[in-house]
């Protein structure tokens, strides 16, 4: 049997993929979104997700929607507590591009940081997002954009942690409940 779950290698569904696999063969999709909206592609398979997923691409496209409005085609296998890797707002100041870039799921607490520092208003930066943490990590360093939040972990293999530039602002580390469905 297939369990599906968001990837890249490393992200925190891998991570409770990982976690909770027997015999299954994991496969790691770009987004959420390619797995939800083709559900009846992959019948007969397991999904694991957190119930903090919110999509960016799809409107009214979330954990507690999908719970709901799927439950014909899914059955709930198992449920647990696994946290989130930390995560870290980290700011570049010698940014290019005016922008906060998160995953969906993390934008309160980028809304909620930007707020903290007053930096809410016409001249600060504009949340964007990106379909998973590793993605915004590589990306917030590829176009040099002012803010992010991303998993410390990750970061702290890179290079560029050891750059000033590139500034730890503050250090989350939300709990998480995991979902393991199976697809009718």
């Known amino acids: 049997m297939n369990l599906h779950t968001l990837g890249p290698i490393g992200t925190d569904s891998q991570i409770a993929a990982?976690?909770?696999m027997t015999n299954q063969t994991l496969i790691l999709h770009d987004t959420f979104e390619e797995i939800l909206?083709?559900?009846s592609d992959f019948s007969g398979d397991e999904l694991i997700m957190p119930v903090a997923f919110k999509s960016n691409q799809e409107q009214n496209l979330n954990w507690v929607d999908f719970?709901?409005?799927s439950w014909e085609n899914i059955?709930?296998?198992a449920t647990f507590s696994l946290p989130l890797m930390p995560l870290i707002v980290v700011e570049n100041l010698a940014y290019q591009r005016n922008i906060a870039?998160?995953?969906a799921a993390t934008e309160g607490l980028m809304k909620r940081y930007l707020t903290k520092v007053g930096l809410d208003d016409?001249?600060?930066?504009?949340?964007?997002f990106s379909p998973s943490k590793m993605v915004a990590m590589t990306d917030f360093i590829h176009d040099q954009d002012r803010l992010t939040i991303i998993s410390a972990d990750q970061f702290n293999k890179l290079p560029e942690s050891r750059d000033s530039?590139?500034?730890v602002r503050q250090t989350l580390k939300p709990p998480m409940i995991w979902v393991v469905y199976?697809?009718?």
Request: proline residues 4%; glycine residues 4%; without cysteine.
């Open 18 to 20: 990982t976690h909770y």
């Open 37 to 39: 909206t083709h559900l």
């Open 67 to 69: 719970n709901y409005l």
């Open 75 to 77: 059955t709930v296998r």
């Open 101 to 103: 870039l998160t995953h």
């Open 122 to 128: 016409a001249w600060g930066p504009s949340v964007i």
């Open 165 to 167: 530039r590139y500034v």
């Open 182 to 184: 199976h697809i009718n």
